[in-house]
């Protein structure tokens, strides 16, 4: 089992840093989520010998790493998913995607989801905003750094943004080219008010150079 990286803990929250390819929340498949990370912490830590309440507020991709908030008492939940409701917790990440963008620019499509658990551009979807600003190009690699802060929360929904524009992430296996490489995004800001104090956290953590996160100076 990974060890967690624990950003900050009180009463009411945690925020720990997701690491690649695990899981926001358990599935069919079984494997090791960063809820059972987070809880086995809290089980260590308080030496509780039954059942921890930990509640998940947000998701992130399973190959994609970042910061997460998780909610210790069911009140900090419900005031934490309201505030995510209401687009008010800032959401940023860093990706390296393909080709040379304009410096800043905003996306708007509607996004629908299939069967298979795959995202596509579509009429009949759910509304897509995020907006990004060009960090940084690599001619060599062809390959641009992008800073996104996500508007709203859809299903693969930077993934998709990037790839129906040309621009896919790079180690992005569904949507990208397959090449065997973890993907190159990462949420690595995550600014929001707390749900009990009122004071406003913010927590900013960098990708671990490796991959394609060599290719730029972060």
Not at 12 to 35: A, E, F, R
Not at 90 to 115: E, P, R, T
Not at 136 to 158: A, F, M, P, W
Not at 162 to 167: D, K, L, P, V
């Amino acid at each position: 089992m990974n060890k967690l990286n624990v950003l900050y803990e009180d009463n009411h929250i945690i925020v720990v840093v997701k690491p690649y390819n695990v899981l926001s929340q358990g599935d069919s498949t079984k494997d090791i989520s960063i809820m059972d990370m987070v809880k086995d912490y809290l089980k260590k830590k308080y030496n509780k010998p039954g059942n921890v309440y930990l509640g998940l507020v947000h998701r992130l991709d399973r190959p994609v790493g970042g910061v997460m908030v998780f909610a210790k008492t069911s009140k900090a939940a419900s005031r934490l998913c309201a505030s995510f409701n209401r687009h008010e917790i800032k959401k940023q990440y860093l990706a390296i995607v393909h080709g040379k963008m304009n410096s800043k620019g905003k996306f708007v499509d509607n996004i629908g989801k299939d069967s298979d658990g795959n995202a596509f551009i579509s009429e009949n979807g759910k509304e897509a905003i995020l907006e990004y600003e060009v960090l940084n190009y690599d001619k060599e690699n062809d390959c641009s750094l992008v800073s996104i802060d996500l508007k709203t929360g859809r299903h693969h929904q930077i993934r998709i943004q990037f790839a129906s524009r040309g621009h896919y992430l790079l180690g992005d296996q569904r949507y990208g080219v397959q090449d065997n490489m973890q993907i190159a995004l990462f949420a690595y800001k995550l600014e929001f008010v707390h749900p009990v104090t009122k004071k406003c956290l913010s927590f900013c953590v960098y990708p671990e150079k490796k991959d394609y996160w060599t290719i730029f100076t972060l």
